[in-house]
């Protein structure tokens, strides 16, 4: 998994009485009416700002609402507490192989079981399917007669495979802003729960249920934010990872023509794009037929209607199985084009300028690739074979190609790492920004050894022991973060809540002629010298870089990205 799992806590608060939409009870314990279910929060003794933890969004997806689009809630009586962090969604990893199955004539079979997969493949945790909750965190105490403020929703990362809310204290944020945002943090369906592709689950069913979850989720924000003290016209999605490949989702969701608008802003810190196939393209249909050989399905008359009848423990078995059968460092279960909520590749949409929101801010870590690349295969990887394994729908002429691009970019496995990180996090990252020409800001977090997912405890501090990241300057890890909520805030984050922040004057992400090879884009470095100085500054995207970007955009339909 990309993200550790938090230890679930509890938090105490007394029944009160509801009255209508509004927060009544005692200060300390408000109590919100949903319509569908009436919750009581508390207030945090450390922070001393407002939570509601564990909120049902979406009927429990189980029985026949497995691989469905999210349900309402049914109507609930008395006052539920929201004081516990939710159950996970089920969760898988990435893949541990060398080769990809995809290139065989039979996929996996090198890792076919001969029966299906048993009970001894269940992983004991605190895993549900009745997992489509959020939690929300409001500064100070609840007053829903105070003006309505801007709204940050967090969209986990963990290859839409792992992860779940109560990794991240959205007080946090809050102390970012210095308490001038509300926060939503949700979950929603991974791996095979959330992504089953293929054409059975189309005509059956519901493609990108977990996709499908976040829409319901930011939804269900615009009804019910101001209940919070949030504004719904001022939304920002927020995500790391995969998160921030869910924001691109949501960017390019129904040809951009989401109607009412569910945010006006996204945030993409690591944007992850891996191939988004055509959920009956050759790849998803295997991953489906394996998902029915592993189950004991394969000869039920609708495989379909078997695979929702399994226990969960079984479904998960498989997911994690497969998982882990796929190229080193790869995620199976991943969002395709579905025809309808995603109509084309993200890549296309972005071209096209067919997209949701008025404006964004992507954070790309200097070496995104080095934690998906199996470094013990330093002494025999080439980088042509490194990319057929990545991307298997890649012709020989375009492998080739691909090699030539990182033929002076070091050693092979430095090559490796290079195709990794640019192809599937930092190249789409500029896909998105030239697609908002002039209304993007871009940013590199590079403090040693700027690996992937390093940036997150510099912004949910409470991650780090004692709340001090690993790069402990108190001017660079307010600017850092403070970054991120000015942009919430205003849409600009020269607009500064704190006097605080050193971060310079921030120009938008500009690129000449909308060409990926002209070099011309400025960007914010987010840094440290080698003798523990903070270096926050302007730099110019490299020409190099934006190059080879413009490669792997030329290549696209054959990544399926």
Same mark, same amino acid.
């Given at each position: ?18 009255? +209508?939409?509004? /927060?009544?009870?005692? !200060?300390?314990?408000?109590?919100? %009416? =949903? ?5 009581? $929060?508390? @207030? ?114 963990? +290859?839409?495979? /792992?992860?779940?809310? !109560?990794?991240?204290?959205?007080? %946090? =944020? ?5 308490? $001038?945002? @509300? ?379």
């Amino acid at each position: 998994m990309l993200l550790s799992i938090a230890s679930l806590f509890l938090a105490f608060a007394h029944t009160q009485v509801a009255i +209508g939409a509004t /927060a009544v009870g005692n !200060s300390t314990n408000p109590i919100i %009416d =949903l319509g569908y279910a009436k919750y009581q $929060g508390f @207030v945090d003794p450390t922070s001393g700002n407002t939570q509601f933890l564990g909120i049902r969004y979406a009927a429990a997806p189980v029985g026949n609402l497995r691989w469905r689009a999210p349900q309402t809630p049914a109507k609930t009586s008395g006052i539920l507490q929201a004081n516990a962090q939710p159950p996970q969604c089920f969760n898988a990893g990435a893949g541990l192989e060398n080769v990809t199955p995809f290139r065989n004539p039979n996929p996996f079979a090198p890792a076919r079981r001969s029966e299906p997969v048993g009970k001894r493949d269940i992983i004991p945790t605190v895993s549900s399917e009745d997992c489509l909750h959020l939690n929300v965190y409001s500064p100070g105490i609840l007053d829903p007669n105070a003006n309505k403020l801007p709204v940050v929703v967090w969209i986990h990362g963990g +290859g839409y495979m /792992a992860g779940n809310a !109560s990794e991240f204290n959205g007080d %946090d =944020l809050i102390t970012d802003a210095e308490g $001038g945002v @509300v926060v939503v943090i949700i979950q929603y369906r991974l791996g095979v729960f959330g992504f089953l592709p293929g054409t059975q689950v189309q005509e059956g069913g519901d493609l990108n249920a977990g996709l499908l979850d976040q829409h319901f989720a930011l939804q269900w924000v615009h009804k019910h934010i101001t209940k919070f003290g949030g504004d719904p016209t001022k939304v920002t999605i927020w995500g790391e990872s995969a998160g921030a490949g869910s924001v691109l989702q949501h960017i390019v969701a129904q040809d951009g023509k989401t109607n009412p608008p569910l945010f006006r802003a996204g945030i993409s810190s690591s944007l992850y794009l891996p191939p988004q196939y055509n959920f009956n393209d050759p790849i998803a249909e295997d991953l489906y037929s394996e998902v029915v050989s592993l189950t004991g399905c394969t000869s039920a008359t609708n495989t379909l209607n078997c695979l929702r009848g399994l226990n969960d423990g079984l479904l998960q078995g498989a997911n994690v199985n497969i998982s882990e059968s796929v190229f080193f460092g790869t995620f199976v279960f991943v969002p395709v084009v579905d025809g309808t909520f995603i109509v084309r590749r993200p890549s296309e949409s972005l071209k096209m300028g067919r997209v949701n929101g008025e404006a964004v801010l992507a954070v790309t870590n200097a070496f995104e690739g080095t934690l998906f690349v199996n470094l013990s295969t330093a002494g025999f990887v080439q980088s042509n074979n490194y990319a057929a394994q990545l991307f298997p729908e890649l012709g020989n002429q375009q492998i080739q190609a691909a090699a030539a691009q990182y033929a002076s970019v070091g050693t092979p496995i430095n090559q490796a790492i290079g195709i990794m990180g640019e192809s599937i996090f930092i190249c789409p990252t500029y896909y998105l920004l030239m697609a908002f020409e002039g209304r993007g800001f871009k940013g590199e977090f590079a403090i040693p050894p700027g690996e992937h997912g390093q940036d997150v405890a510099y912004y949910f501090f409470s991650q780090n022991p004692n709340g001090v990241p690993g790069f402990s300057n108190p001017v660079f890890d307010k600017s850092f973060a403070e970054s991120f909520l000015n942009f919430a805030m205003s849409l600009n984050p020269n607009v500064k809540v704190g006097i605080a922040d050193a971060t310079p004057h921030w120009d938008v992400w500009r690129n000449a002629n909308g060409v990926a090879a002209v070099g011309d884009g400025v960007e914010m470095l987010f840094n440290m010298t080698a003798a523990g100085a903070p270096v926050i500054q302007p730099i110019t995207t490299s020409s190099s870089l934006l190059e080879r970007c413009n490669f792997w955009e030329s290549v696209t339909a054959m990544t399926a990205q």
